[in-house]
C-alpha cells in the first residue's frame, strides 16, 4: 500500500500494484541516467511534441525502481504500453511527481502549467 505522506503513488496495472515515488535518491538516478536535471525532465513533459520518449521511460523507470527494483529501462517501456500509452503514463508520472512536493499542508503540489490527470489509469491511494 502506498504511504502519500512519503510521497508514494499507488496505480494498477492487469492486476499488479505498483508503487510509484520520486525520493531523492530516484531523482538522483534519474538525473544521472538522464544527464538533466529531474525538474527540467518534468518541464519537458507539459511539450508533447518536443519532449523524448526516452525522456518519458526514464521517469517512469525512476518513479518505480526504488519499489519495484526488478523494473528496468525495457520493463519501464513495456509498462507505458501496459497502462495505455504515453499519454496515460505520463498522467501517472506527474501526479507521483506532484506528490514529491507536497504543499506545506502535505498536498500534492501541481506542476505549473501541468496537465489536470484523471484517475482513469488505475487507482491511486
Avoid at 538525473?31 to 536535471?37: A, L, N, R, Y
Avoid at 526514464?58 to 509498462?79: S, V
Wanted: aromatic share 6%; with cysteine; hydrophobic share 40%.
Amino acid at each position: 500500500m502506498a504511504n502519500p505522506h512519503k510521497g508514494e503513488f499507488e496505480f494498477e496495472v492487469d492486476g499488479k500494484t505498483y508503487i510509484m515515488r520520486f525520493g531523492t535518491n530516484e531523482l538522483c538516478d534519474l538525473e544521472d541516467k538522464i544527464g538533466k536535471s529531474a525538474i527540467a525532465a518534468m518541464m519537458e513533459t507539459q511539450d508533447m511534441t518536443t519532449i523524448h520518449i526516452s525522456t518519458i521511460r526514464a521517469l517512469m523507470w525512476a518513479g518505480l525502481h526504488g519499489k519495484h527494483p526488478e523494473i528496468d529501462l525495457r520493463a519501464a517501456g513495456n509498462l507505458i504500453a501496459s497502462v495505455g500509452g504515453l499519454v496515460k503514463a505520463l498522467e501517472i508520472i506527474t501526479q507521483a511527481f506532484s506528490r514529491s512536493f507536497p504543499d506545506p499542508g502535505g498536498e500534492a503540489r501541481p506542476l505549473a502549467g501541468a496537465a489536470q490527470t484523471t484517475n482513469g489509469a488505475g487507482t491511486n491511494s
